[in-house]
T-cell receptor, first 112, second 115 residues
């Protein structure tokens, strides 16, 4: 079993839709949870960063962490064609080398 | 603030040849990471440097991959000899101190194709 599972998609939605992206994980030591956006032929860029359980909102983006279920989500409201990219979840523990463990990424396409 | 720089952006080689990638991290960042991202997968950490010392190289195939970070700034990653399965994007990232609350910033990557 992989430490982090993420549906690779692709996910196609119409412009303006609410998008839900999810990851599950198995390592209960993970405390920091990140969402990265990666455009084609570019490096990942950090979108959201949350610590432990709860919600965090930034503009059209909301990150949710449910540690009891080992489940994290990223919601995108009013999705735009410019949101079309691959979304990677990543997580790390609070000890050791703080190594990031990434999901496989979900490819999202927002149709105009 | 300038981002993480990598070169070359693309490289095509024959199997059994050698190749080297270069990374220049964000100024002042002590921690540097090399990741391998195979098509359709998330990035996998190969090696992490803190200044010029290695923190984690547990997933680096040491029989063919090597990396160095002389003077604690730039870094090079080398593959010798390359195999077909090394075809991937090699991403370099850096962070300020490498602590649990640090953010990693990624470069654009080097896309390697091994024929």
């Amino acid at each position: 079993q992989k430490e982090v599972e993420q549906d690779p998609g692709p996910l196609s939605v119409p412009e303006g839709a609410i998008v839900s992206l999810n990851c599950t994980y198995s390592n209960s030591a993970f405390q920091y949870f990140m969402w990265y956006r990666q455009y084609s032929r570019k490096g990942p860029e950090l979108l959201m960063y949350t610590y432990s359980s709860g919600n965090k909102e930034d503009g059209r983006f909301t990150a949710q962490v449910d540690k009891s279920s080992k489940y994290i989500s990223l919601f995108i409201r009013d999705s735009q064609p410019s949101d079309s990219a691959t979304y990677l979840c990543a997580m790390r523990a609070t000890s050791g080398t703080y190594k990031y463990i990434f999901g496989t990424g979900t490819r999202l396409k927002v149709l105009a | 603030e300038a981002g993480v720089a990598q070169s070359p952006r693309y490289k095509i080689i024959e199997k059994r040849q050698s190749v080297a990638f270069w990374c220049n991290p964000i100024s002042g960042h002590a921690t540097l990471y090399w990741y391998q991202q195979i098509l359709g997968q998330g990035p996998k950490l190969l090696i992490q440097f803190q200044n010029n010392g290695v923190v984690d190289d547990s997933q680096l195939p040491k029989d063919r991959f090597s990396a160095e970070r002389l003077k604690g700034v730039d870094s090079t990653l080398k593959i010798q000899p390359a195999k077909l399965e090394d075809s991937a994007v090699y991403l370099c990232a850096s962070s300020f101190r490498g602590t649990s609350t640090d953010t990693q910033y990624f470069g654009p990557g080097t896309r390697l194709t091994v024929l």
